[in-house]
T-cell receptor, first 112, second 109 residues
Framework: KAGVTQTPRYLIKTRGQQVTLSCSPI?????VSWYQQTPGQGLQFLFE???????NKGNFPGRFSGRQFSNSRSEMNVSTLELGDSALYLC???????????FGSGTQLSVL | EDKVVQSPLSLVVHEGDTVTLNCSYE??????LLWYKQEKKAPTFLFML????IEKKSGRLSSILDKKELFSILNITATQTGDSAVYLC?????????FGAGTILRVKS
């Protein structure tokens, strides 16, 4: 059974640009969550999608958005990038109720 | 405000030592507490705890939850260099999962 797949693995962008990250969950998993991880900050929750609907949202500005497709794949978009957006973005999937999340290897975003 | 606090932030031990990692939380509508190990990028699941006083074990790792005092500990006995990682505690409440900042463990040979 394939794990959670995130693409791309690495990204380098400049301030003001936008970026789209992709996540393919484990087959059969309907919930996809996104987290931002920076050194010393732990994992900060961005949002969670379940059956194409945003079910939960963290405390991030509106520049961070996401969506989920009918096949449960999810994308996350960050517009007007800032230096502080440099981080590891992790995607996690589970069957339904956010217990025992399975994580992807993340996308390392660097904003210059 | 819902929060999860882990301690210590980091520690260095020698192979063979026993370590205890702590996780305290303040959340409403608690459902479960989870421990993850993050070695490079992807955190991997260790334990999920929902009931007080019931120890979960996996090899040299064990964990227990105290719902009255709102904390959990993760014990690692006979540590090995392969145990070097960031250990993350997370609390599930409602449908939300909130993580602590993690404990960085380094095991020296």
């Amino acid at each position: 059974k394939a794990g959670v797949t995130q693409t791309p693995r690495y990204l380098i962008k400049t301030r003001g640009q936008q970026v789209t990250l992709s996540c393919s969950p484990i087959s059969g998993h309907r919930s996809v969550s996104w987290y931002q991880q920076t050194p010393g900050q732990g994992l900060q929750f961005l949002f969670e999608y379940f059956s194409e609907t945003q079910r939960n949202k963290g405390n991030f500005p509106g520049r961070f958005s996401g969506r989920q497709f009918s096949n449960s794949r999810s994308e996350m978009n960050v517009s007007t990038l800032e230096l502080g957006d440099s981080a590891l973005y992790l995607c996690a999937s589970c069957y339904g109720n956010n217990e025992k999340l399975f994580f992807g290897s993340g996308t390392q975003l660097s904003v210059l | 405000e819902d929060k999860v606090v882990q301690s210590p932030l980091s520690l260095v031990v020698h192979e063979g030592d026993t370590v205890t990692l702590n996780c305290s939380y303040e959340v409403t509508n608690f459902r479960s507490l989870l421990w993850y190990k993050q070695e490079k990028k992807a955190p991997t699941f260790l334990f999920m705890l929902t009931s007080s006083g019931i120890e979960k074990k996996s090899g040299r790792l064990s964990s227990i939850l105290d719902k009255k005092e709102l904390f959990s500990i993760l014990n690692i006995t006979a540590t090995q260099t392969g145990d070097s990682a960031v250990y993350l505690c997370a609390v599930l409440y409602g449908n939300k999962l909130v993580f602590g900042a993690g404990t960085i463990l380094r095991v020296k040979s």
